[in-house]
């Protein structure tokens, strides 16, 4: 659940997908020694992975038995869609979100390069259990201005990791509303996650992690063994 910002009541987050950019700041691409891509670049993650805000994410115990033990962090702005859409037009996309929120997608890192060096998709680093923290509240399209120009920072334990604004976003939130909804029919209460700025690292167990967001506030989250 939720906190509708300047309202009493609580949004039920209940998607019907998740879908994730992947490379969506050009600082992001360089650090990971690729280039930015030429259209958006679109992966899943799986509705088992959403916990809220002061939830802990969990650190998989598989991932030391398997010798690909990191995991890092990655601040993002979120969108939930508010209305059914196919084909949205940019300059329409508006009518079809609800609201915004702060989104944390946790990623097996090890794990992903692991899989990437085969050819495989990035599937299990992305949708393990508690990898996609969202929160603290919901503040709706009406009220967040411009969404394409939000102050974007990441904390771990007090000291930030990441910093940027959305402005700096290569796919804006119009054109990716318009682009995921050629392929793919959203639905209301679908996350649609806008991808994170450079600055990405690994995650300990105890470590504090936040992601605040310009008008949205602040989301936390403990890391914990499993």
Same mark, same amino acid.
């Given at each position: 659940?939720l906190?509708?910002?300047?309202t009493?009541?609580? %949004?039920?987050?209940?998607?019907t $997908?998740?879908?994730c950019?992947?490379?969506n700041?050009a600082?992001?691409?360089?650090e990971?020694?690729?280039?930015?891509?030429?259209?958006?670049?679109?992966?899943?993650?799986?509705p088992?992975?959403?916990?809220?805000?002061?939830?802990?994410?969990?650190?998989?115990k598989?991932? $030391?038995?398997?010798?690909?033990?990191?995991?890092?962090?990655?601040?993002?702005?979120a969108?939930?869609?508010?209305?059914?859409?196919k084909?949205?037009?940019?300059e329409?996309?508006?009518?079809?979100?609800?609201g %915004?929120?702060?989104?944390?997608?946790?990623?097996?890192?090890?794990?992903?390069?692991?899989?990437?060096?085969?050819?495989?998709?990035?599937? $299990?680093? $992305?949708?393990?259990?508690?990898?996609?923290?969202?929160?603290p509240?919901?503040?709706?399209?009406?009220d967040?201005?411009?969404?394409?120009d939000?102050?974007?920072?990441?904390?771990?334990?007090?000291?930030i990791?990441?910093e940027t604004?959305?402005?700096?976003?290569?796919?804006?939130?119009?054109?990716i509303?318009?682009?995921?909804?050629?392929?793919?029919?959203?639905?209301p209460?679908?996350?649609?996650a806008?991808?994170?700025?450079?600055?990405?690292?690994?995650?300990?167990?105890?470590?504090?992690?936040?992601?605040?967001?310009?008008?949205?506030g602040?989301?936390?989250?403990?890391?914990?063994?499993?």
């Amino acid at each position: 659940m939720l906190p509708i910002e300047g309202t009493d009541e609580k %949004y039920t987050v209940q998607p019907t $997908k998740i879908i994730c950019l992947g490379l969506n700041y050009a600082a992001h691409a360089a650090e990971t020694n690729r280039e930015p891509p030429k259209q958006p670049l679109l992966f899943p993650k799986t509705p088992n992975v959403l916990i809220g805000h002061e939830s802990s994410i969990i650190y998989p115990k598989i991932l $030391k038995e398997i010798n690909l033990d990191r995991v890092d962090y990655e601040g993002e702005l979120a969108v939930i869609v508010g209305r059914e859409g196919k084909n949205i037009q940019r300059e329409n996309f508006s009518d079809y979100v609800l609201g %915004y929120t702060c989104f944390n997608d946790v990623t097996a890192r090890a794990l992903q390069l692991h899989d990437r060096g085969k050819s495989w998709p990035w599937f $299990k680093s $992305k949708s393990l259990d508690t990898f996609g923290a969202i929160g603290p509240k919901l503040v709706l399209h009406e009220d967040i201005g411009d969404p394409n120009d939000l102050h974007l920072q990441t904390r771990q334990n007090n000291n930030i990791v990441q910093e940027t604004n959305t402005s700096d976003m290569i796919f804006k939130v119009d054109f990716i509303l318009e682009y995921i909804s050629k392929f793919f029919t959203l639905y209301p209460g679908d996350i649609v996650a806008t991808g994170t700025p450079s600055g990405i690292g690994p995650l300990a167990v105890g470590d504090t992690i936040e992601v605040e967001i310009q008008k949205i506030g602040t989301l936390r989250n403990k890391v914990q063994a499993e």
